[in-house]
C-alpha cells in the first residue's frame, strides 16, 4: 500500500485529520492515566491479610464500665464460645482495616527518640488468650504466645504494652532487620523492651497510618490479660456461619451488659466498608474510560463516514481505472492507521507529562513504561475497528459512480 | 434574522439525524460527567460558616522536643494539649476564643427497653456555640460560669431532641451520658456545618452534625475521650491534663487584619516565653483563618479532585469530537454556502448560521446533560462516602450546566463557522 496519496489527501483535510490526531491523543493519555489508577486501587482493594478473613466475625463492645473489664471479658468470651459453630474467641484492642488504629514508635536501635528516623510507627495489635487461634494466624518461625505470657501482659501507663514478648509480621521483620533473623531480636519503645518471639505472615493494619501503603504490614502482636483496652471480641466459624454468629454474638454481649452497646460484623464487611471508596473509585474510572472509548470510536466512525459520502465520486474513478474492493478498504484502515498513529504517538507523550503533574501534586507512583504502549494499540485497535464500517462502505461504491456528476 | 437561522439550523440538524444524536449525546456525556463531580467538588470545599468564617482563625505551636528539628522544615502541630490551650485561652487576647475537641458519649434513653447508643458529643468552652452562629430552638447555651464550675449541662442538636424527647421543649429535663446526669440547657436547630471544621479527621465528617454539646471541664470529669489524640512522648492518656499529648483546638474570633497582626505577634510571643522557659524547643507557629485551614487539612480527597479532574478531560474529549464533527458537516455543505453566498449572505450571516446551529447542539447537550448529572449524582448519593446523602444538584449547579453545556458548544461551533464563512463562492458554484 502507498502511503503518498494518502498523505496527499490528507494534507487537503488538516483540520478534520488534525482533530481525529487529538481527539486520539487525549483519549490515549486519559486511558493510560486512568487504567493506571485502577491499577493501583486494585492492588491496594486486594492487599493479602494471613488471617482467618472468611469465617471471623467480629462484635465491638463500647460503653462498658471499665473496672469490670477484668472479670466481664472470660464471662463474655465463656458465652460467646457456647454459640453453636464458634470454633474460637478472644478478645482484641483492634482489628484489621478496622480504622481504629493503635500506632507506636518502635525502634531496633534502643534510646531513640519516638521522632528519630531509626524508629518505625508499628501498629501494636494487643490480644488475649487464644488471640492466634481465633484470628488464624499462620505462625512461620519461633513459637505463639503461651498462658503465662498472657498472664504477664499488661498495658502500662501509656499506649505501649507492659510485657517483653512481641510478634512481628514477616514484613515488619524484614524492615526492622532486613540482614539477620529476626527471631531473639530486641525491639525498644519509650522505657520498654520486647524480644521477638515469633513471625507471622502478614496481617494488615487498621488503616493507613505511619509510611502509608508500603507500612501497612508494620504490625506487632503483644499478649495482654483481660482489660478495658480489649473491646473487639473475634469469633472464628466456617464461613457459612459468619453472619448469624455476628448476629448472635451482638445479641449474647447485649443481654449479658444492658448499659453497653455492642455492633457485631463479618470481617468481609469491615473489609468491604473499608475499600469502598477504592472500590468506588474503581467503579467510576472503569465507566469513564468505556465511555470514553465510545466517544471516541462515535467520532472516528462520524468523520469517516463524512469523508467516505465527500469522495463517492474519487472511490467510483478509483474503482472504474482497476481498483479493487480489497485496495479502497485497505486504503481506509491505513489512513485511520497513520492518524492514530500519530495521535497515540501524541498521547504517549501526553499520558506521561499527565503522570509527571499526578506525581508533583498527588500521592501517585510513576507509572511503569509498558503502560504507554498497551494503551497505544488499544486505541489503535479501537480506530481500526471504528473504521470498519465505514470503510466497506466506501468499498461498496459501485465505479459507475464515476460517470455521475456530482 | 435569528429566526431564519434558527430555522436552517434545525433542518439541517434534521437532515442528519444520526449525526446529530451522536453530537448531542457525547457534548451530553461530557458535560454530565463534568457537573456531577463539580457539584461534589464545591460539596466539599464550601464554606462551613458563611459570613463568618473570614473572621475565625486557629492557632498552632509545636511543642515537640529538638530532637530532629530542623528550623524551616518543621510544621507546627494540628492541635493544642492542655495546658497551651488553657494559656491561650485565658490570655483573652482575641475578641471570643473557644476551645473545641470532639468525643463520643453512650446516651442511655430512659424509656424502658431502649437500647443505649453512642452520639458524637462536643467538648467546648462556653464561646463556641456563638462563635459558629449555632442557632437555638430552646433555651440557649452554657456561660463562662458553667465552664469554670464545670457544671453538668449540655446543649442538644434537633435530632436528638426528637429521639429522646419527642421534639418537645426539654430545657431543664435531664439526659443521661456515660453513666452521669446533664440538665439540658438549650436545644439547637438545623446546625451541622459542612465540612465539621472543628474536628480532625475533616474527611469523616460530613452529616447530621453532632448529637450534644458539653462543657469541657464537665466532660472531662465524666472521662469523656477526644477522638483524636497525638502524644510527643510516652504518656498516660487517662490523665489528658497532664499528659504530654495533644488533643484540644482553639478557635479565635478576629474581626480585622490589626486584630490577626496583634494574634500573631502574641503567639510568637508566647512561644518565645515557653522557649526561654525550657518547655518548648521549636519555634513554628501559624495561624490560618478558616478556610486555609481547611486547605491544609486538605478536605477535598484527592480522589475527588482527580475524578474532577478526569471528568474535564474528557468534557475535551467530547468537545473535540463535536468540532470535529461539525466541521465535517459544514464541509459537506460547501455548496450550499457558495448558494448563500451568491445569493448576497454575507460572512457574517454565515457565521451567524453556523453558531446558532452549535448553541442548538450545546443546549440539547445541555438538557440531556442534566439528566445525566442527575443520574450521576443519584449514583453518589448511593456511595458509601459520609458527605454522599448531601450530593445534590441546586439553582446555581443548574445555571452553570446550561452555561458550560454552551459555552463548550459554542467554542466548539467557532472552528466550523469559520471555516464555513471563508468558503469562496465561485468554486462551489462553478462545480455543480
Known amino acids: 500500500m502507498e502511503i503518498g496519496p494518502i498523505l496527499a489527501s490528507l494534507r487537503k483535510h488538516r483540520i478534520p485529520a488534525l482533530l481525529i490526531v487529538l481527539e486520539i491523543a487525549l483519549a490515549c493519555a486519559v486511558l ?108 512461620q518461625q519461633g513459637r505463639m504466645f503461651d498462658g503465662e505470657d498472657y498472664a504477664n501482659g499488661t498495658l502500662g501507663d501509656s499506649f505501649l504494652p507492659e510485657t517483653h514478648v512481641v510478634i512481628v509480621s514477616r514484613s515488619l521483620a524484614r524492615r526492622l532487620w532486613p540482614q539477620a533473623p529476626a527471631l531473639g531480636q530486641k525491639l525498644y519503645g519509650d522505657k520498654f523492651w520486647y524480644q521477638v518471639v515469633g513471625v507471622v505472615d502478614d496481617v494488615l493494619r487498621p488503616n493507613k497510618a505511619g509510611s502509608g501503603l508500603p507500612g501497612m504490614y508494620d504490625t506487632a502482636f503483644f499478649p495482654m490479660r483481660p482489660g478495658d483496652t480489649l473491646n473487639y471480641y473475634v469469633l472464628r466459624s466456617t464461613p457459612a456461619d459468619r453472619e448469624r454468629v455476628a448476629r448472635q454474638a451482638e445479641d449474647v454481649l447485649g443481654k449479658l451488659d444492658p448499659g453497653a452497646v455492642a455492633e457485631g460484623k463479618s470481617f468481609v464487611d469491615i473489609r468491604g466498608k473499608y475499600f469502598s471508596g477504592a472500590q468506588s473509585m474503581v467503579w467510576m474510572l472503569a465507566l469513564v474510560c468505556v465511555v470514553m472509548l465510545a466517544v471516541t470510536a462515535f467520532g472516528i466512525v462520524g468523520l469517516t463516514s463524512f469523508w467516505v459520502a465527500q469522495r463517492r465520486r474519487q472511490i467510483g474513478i478509483r474503482r472504474a481505472v482497476g481498483a479493487r474492493r480489497g485496495h479502497i478498504l485497505s486504503y481506509f484502515r491505513t489512513e ?30 510513576r507509572m511503569p513504561w509498558y503502560y504507554l504502549p498497551v494503551g497505544a494499540i488499544t486505541l489503535w485497535l479501537l480506530g481500526q475497528l471504528a473504521v470498519y464500517g465505514p470503510a466497506h462502505r466506501a468499498a461498496a461504491v459501485p465505479p459507475v459512480e464515476a460517470t455521475r456528476s456530482g | 434574522m435569528f429566526g431564519y437561522y434558527l430555522q436552517l439550523a434545525l433542518r439541517s440538524l434534521g437532515r442528519h439525524c444520526v449525526l446529530t444524536t451522536l453530537m448531542v449525546l457525547a457534548l451530553a456525556l461530557g458535560i454530565g460527567a463534568c457537573i456531577t463531580t463539580l457539584t461534589v467538588l464545591r460539596l466539599l470545599s464550601g464554606d462551613p460558616l458563611p459570613g463568618r468564617s473570614t473572621q475565625l482563625y486557629y492557632p498552632q505551636i509545636d511543642p515537640y522536643p529538638k530532637e530532629g528539628y530542623v528550623p524551616g522544615q518543621s510544621k507546627p502541630q494540628e492541635n493544642l494539649s492542655w495546658v497551651d490551650a488553657m494559656n491561650l485561652l485565658q490570655a483573652h487576647h482575641a475578641s471570643r476564643q473557644a476551645l473545641v475537641a470532639l468525643g463520643s458519649a453512650k446516651i442511655e434513653p430512659r424509656q424502658a427497653g431502649r437500647r443505649p ?241 452549535a448553541a442548538i447542539v450545546g443546549l440539547a447537550g445541555g438538557v440531556l446533560g442534566l439528566l445525566f448529572a442527575e443520574c450521576g449524582l443519584w449514583g453518589i448519593r448511593h456511595q458509601p462516602a459520609e458527605y454522599a446523602g448531601l450530593a445534590r444538584l441546586d439553582l446555581s449547579m443548574f445555571a452553570i450546566t446550561f452555561a458550560v453545556a454552551l459555552v463548550s458548544a459554542l467554542i466548539a461551533g467557532l472552528l466550523p463557522a469559520w471555516r464555513a464563512c471563508v468558503v469562496a463562492p465561485a468554486p462551489q458554484l462553478k462545480n455543480s
Open chain 1, 32 to 139: 493510560c492515566n486512568a487504567v493506571f489508577m485502577v491499577g493501583g486501587r486494585m492492588n491496594e482493594i486486594h492487599l493479602p491479610n494471613a488471617i482467618d478473613e472468611q469465617g471471623i466475625s467480629v462484635v465491638t463492645l463500647n460503653g462498658f464500665d471499665p473496672e469490670r473489664a477484668a472479670s466481664e471479658i472470660p464471662r463474655n468470651l465463656a458465652a460467646l464460645r457456647g454459640i453453636a459453630g464458634v470454633q474460637a474467641a478472644a478478645v482484641l484492642n483492634t482489628m484489621p482495616l478496622s480504622d481504629n488504629g493503635w500506632n507506636g514508635n518502635l525502634s531496633p536501635k534502643q534510646g531513640t527518640e519516638a521522632t528519630d528516623h531509626s524508629s518505625l510507627n508499628i501498629n501494636l495489635y494487643l490480644m488475649g488468650e487464644g488471640g492466634d487461634k481465633a484470628l488464624g494466624l499462620r505462625l
Open chain 1, 336 to 365: 485511520n492507521f497513520l492518524l492514530s498513529g500519530a495521535g497515540v504517538g501524541l498521547g504517549m507523550v501526553l499520558a506521561f507529562g499527565i503522570n509527571l503533574y499526578l506525581m508533583q501534586h498527588y500521592e501517585m507512583d
Open chain 2, 117 to 357: 447508643f453512642f452520639g458524637d458529643a462536643v467538648m467546648a468552652t462556653a464561646d463556641f456555640l456563638p462563635m459558629a452562629g449555632a442557632p437555638f430552638r430552646y433555651g440557649s447555651g452554657w456561660s463562662a460560669a458553667d465552664d469554670a464550675s464545670g457544671a453538668r449541662v449540655a446543649v442538644i442538636a434537633d435530632f436528638l431532641n426528637r429521639k429522646l424527647f419527642d421534639g418537645a421543649n426539654s430545657v431543664g429535663r435531664t439526659i443521661r451520658l456515660n453513666g452521669h446526669d446533664f440538665r439540658v440547657v438549650g436545644v439547637l436547630g438545623h446546625f451541622s456545618p459542612q465540612p465539621r471544621f472543628y474536628a480532625l479527621n475533616l474527611g469523616r465528617s460530613y452529616g447530621d452534625g453532632d448529637a450534644v454539646f458539653l462543657p469541657l471541664r464537665a466532660a472531662r470529669a465524666i472521662e469523656l475521650g477526644p477522638n483524636s489524640v497525638g502524644c510527643w512522648e510516652a504518656a498516660d492518656i487517662g490523665h489528658l491534663e497532664t499528659a504530654a499529648c495533644m488533643w484540644l483546638g482553639l478557635w479565635v474570633e478576629l474581626p480585622d487584619a490589626a486584630a490577626v497582626a496583634g494574634y500573631r505577634r502574641f503567639l510568637d510571643g508566647y512561644v518565645r516565653e515557653q522557649i526561654a522557659q525550657g518547655r518548648f524547643h521549636r519555634s513554628d507557629t501559624a495561624l490560618p483563618s478558616l478556610m486555609e485551614w481547611l486547605r491544609t487539612e486538605h478536605v477535598v480527597p484527592d480522589d475527588v479532585r482527580l475524578q474532577a479532574g478526569l471528568a474535564f478531560g474528557f468534557l475535551l474529549i467530547c468537545v473535540t469530537n463535536t468540532i470535529g464533527l461539525l466541521l465535517a458537516k459544514c464541509l459537506r455543505r460547501s455548496r450550499e454556502i457558495g448558494v448563500r453566498r451568491a445569493l448576497g449572505a454575507t460572512r457574517t450571516a454565515i457565521f451567524g448560521q453556523f453558531m446558532v446551529e
